[in-house]
Each structure stands twice: as structure tokens, then as C-alpha cells.
């Protein structure tokens, strides 16, 4: 059973900047670059809302419109991880976020990170 791990979280000032990663372990059939990964986060109160998505080379991503041109999504296939880096952090960047892989139609998803934005 694949297990995610997402690690990183922390306070951070309005502006600041935050790298999660995301450790992925337990491949038996498939391996990490067998899935496509996701950032997702869930602000309180919230609903658990896209942020951003890799391919499985790592070769495409997509971001939300909330953090196109501030969040860079990456992958290192090699060591089974990937990352979310965050710039110019917003007090709206609160939150919960959560790693997610996915391979055809099963998905697995982390415990979480928590992210707080505070002055």
C-alpha cells in the first residue's frame, strides 16, 4: 500500500516563504513515477481545494488560479518525493495541504501538513 508522508509545514508571515515535500514508500507493482501527484489544500472551515499537479515525468504541471506564479510544484522520481514550494505566502494560504498521488482511477492521499500564514 502506497504511504504518503508530508512534511515541511509551519507558521509563516504574510510574504513569506514554505517548502513541503512529500515522501512517498511502500511500491510493490508500480513505482513513484507511476503516478501523477497533487497538492491539495483545506482551509478551516473550507473545502479541500486543488493547488497544484505534476505529471509522473515531471515534465507538466498545472497550478490553481489562486497560486499561479507564487507556488512551483516538483518531483524527484529518483528519491520517491515531491515538493511544493511557496513564495509571497497570503494570509488565505492557511491551511491544511495534503499530498496526493494518483494512478489510472485509484488515488492515495497523505495526513497532511498544516500551514499557517500569520503576522
Known amino acids: 500500500q502506497v504511504h504518503l508522508v508530508e512534511s515541511g509545514g509551519g507558521v509563516v508571515q504574510p510574504g513569506g516563504s514554505l517548502t513541503l515535500s512529500c515522501a512517498a514508500s511502500?511500491?510493490?507493482?508500480?513505482?513513484?513515477?507511476?503516478?501523477?501527484m497533487n497538492w491539495y489544500r483545506q482551509a478551516p472551515g473550507g473545502q479541500r481545494e486543488f493547488v497544484a499537479a505534476i505529471t509522473r515525468a515531471g515534465d507538466n504541471t498545472i497550478y490553481g488560479d489562486s497560486v499561479k506564479g507564487r507556488f512551483t510544484i516538483s518531483r524527484d522520481n529518483a528519491k520517491n518525493e515531491m515538493y511544493l514550494q511557496m513564495s509571497s505566502l497570503k494570509l488565505g494560504g492557511t491551511g491544511v495541504y495534503y499530498c496526493n498521488g494518483v494512478r489510472g482511477s485509484r488515488g492515495c492521499w497523505g495526513q497532511g501538513a498544516q500551514v499557517t500564514v500569520s503576522s
Open positions: 511502500g511500491f510493490t507493482d508500480f513505482t513513484f513515477s507511476d503516478y501523477a
